[in-house]
T-cell receptor
């Protein structure tokens, strides 16, 4: 079946450091890929997405490029802020039994940014 | 625009009991999905409802059941609770069930089974 593997956490960085969180996937067909962020005590918020190979998703300084040849969708940010501290989830969109679109998530990466 | 709201926020139940969790979808959204997120894990798909019909299901036993109402709000019912059902239950709504329609998540219901 489909799966998503994320870089193990936790990750601790100083403010203004460069961030990379690795994500690779296994899927049949051509899934859409997503990054979601979860702040403490809250649900998930869509951070960015890419729907086909070589697409780059970007939002709030975060970027990720859909690489079909390496089956990867790594999240990057050039300069992190304390407010970026959260758990980040990589996910792919595929079909469940039936006709529903379901998201398959990685296990999440906890990011802590220190001032 | 009102987002996705879930109730209750926290719940404690005993093994063997039954529980009902509720979700109000975002205005204009006709599709609701439910996910289970165990501590330290990513969410896992339970099922999806589109226009009051279940149209997809993940790897969860039949004691997990759901309902969607004409106003597109939804319920998740779990019978015969087990300790492993302790988790954060997330509801997500989307404009429709199409492949790229973004999911909007609620803040979840934290269920503890003792």
């Amino acid at each position: 079946g489909n799966s998503v593997t994320q870089m193990e956490g936790p990750v601790t960085l100083s403010e203004e450091a460069f961030l990379t969180i690795n994500c690779t996937y296994t899927a049949t067909g051509y899934p859409s890929l997503f990054w979601y962020v979860q702040y403490p005590g809250e649900g998930l918020q869509l951070l960015l997405k890419a729907t086909k190979a070589d697409d780059k998703g970007s939002n709030k300084g975060f970027e990720a490029t859909y690489r079909k040849e390496t089956t990867s969708f790594h999240l990057e940010k050039g300069s992190v802020q304390v407010s970026d501290s959260a758990v980040y989830f990589c996910a792919l969109s595929d079909l469940s039994s039936g006709s529903a679109r379901q998201l398959t998530f990685g296990s999440g990466t906890q990011l802590t940014v220190l001032p | 625009e009102t987002g996705v709201t879930q109730s209750p926020t926290h719940l404690i139940k005993t093994r063997g009991q039954q529980v009902t969790l509720r979700c109000s979808s975002q205005s204009g959204h006709n599709t609701v999905s439910w996910y289970q997120q165990a501590l330290g894990q990513g969410p896992q798909f339970i099922f999806q409802y589109y226009r009051e019909e279940e149209n997809g299901r993940g790897n969860f036993p039949p004691r997990f059941s759901g309902l969607q109402f004409p106003n597109y709000s939804s319920e998740l019912n779990v019978n015969a609770l087990e300790l492993d059902d302790s988790a954060l239950y997330l509801c997500a709504s989307s404009l429709d069930s199409s492949y790229n329609s973004p999911l909007h998540f609620g803040n979840g219901t934290r269920l503890t089974v003792t």
